[in-house]
């Protein structure tokens, strides 16, 4: 059997213009995360990514750590998250002019969320009008691909960076669960955490979700982060 490291990146840059870019948080917390792994002795056979900037920066942070370790990194764009933005102007579309595709920025974190898990369960349910860049069905589809891509790969510890949706998908496809269950994950899968699998390349299971024991230190609670 496999081993697979499913990485949230770092925390992004929340209310700024270009949301895709490591914060300084979200950069100690991935090289936090390198020194965890290099203390536990893993060795990656390859790094899996998505093409967004803030994937890039997190590997890069967490393999700095691990005393500059040298290994394959492939970019997969089925990685990716969803366009947040794009869904809330879709749903603006529908006369709640609230959640247009500018709410980031102006809104506070508990807001923003409670928007996102409603949006996205309008999303699940096809019930959001306009040009989407992409259907949950699809996005259902791209995330599978992406899995059985890295189970097909035949590498024995592989490491992967992607964000909370994918994340999110990827774990409710594995367990079986009904939509509105990778709804509920996104909403509690924190910036830097590990999930763990185990895999073949007909099958995989879930052995931990959403951990950090990178942060497990009373001096770096304030490193705990959801955006």
């Known amino acids: 059997m496999a081993e697979l490291y499913l990485v949230r990146h770092g925390q992004a840059s929340f209310g700024a213009e270009n949301y895709d870019e490591l914060s300084p948080s979200g950069r100690t917390q991935s090289r936090w995360l390198g020194e965890y792994f ?11 990514i998505g093409t967004m900037r803030r994937h890039e920066q997190t590997a890069d942070a967490i393999l700095w750590a691990m005393r500059g370790l040298r290994i394959d990194v492939v970019q997969d764009a089925d990685l ?31 807001h923003f969320y409670k928007v996102l898990k409603q949006t996205l369960q309008l999303w699940s349910e096809d019930r959001l009008p306009g040009d989407l860049p992409e259907s949950w069905a699809q996005f259902q589809t791209r995330v599978e691909r992406a899995r059985h891509a890295i189970q097909r790969m035949g590498r024995k510890r592989v490491l992967v960076v992607s964000s909370g949706g994918p994340i999110s998908v990827f774990t409710q496809q594995i367990l079986q669960a009904p939509a509105a269950a990778s709804i509920a994950l996104n909403m509690q899968i924190r910036n830097s ?3 763990h699998y185990v895999c073949n390349e007909q099958a995989m299971s879930l052995v931990s979700f959403n951990a950090l024991p990178h942060l497990d230190h009373a001096d770096r609670r304030e490193f705990v982060t959801y955006g």
């Open 38 to 48: 290099a203390q536990q002795a893993l060795e990656f056979d390859c790094v899996v």
């Open 80 to 110: 990716n998250e969803y366009d947040f933005r794009a869904l809330f102007a879709a749903r603006g579309e529908c006369g709640e002019k609230e959640f247009a595709s500018g709410i980031a920025p102006e809104s506070s974190p508990k």
């Open 193 to 195: 955490s590990v999930s």
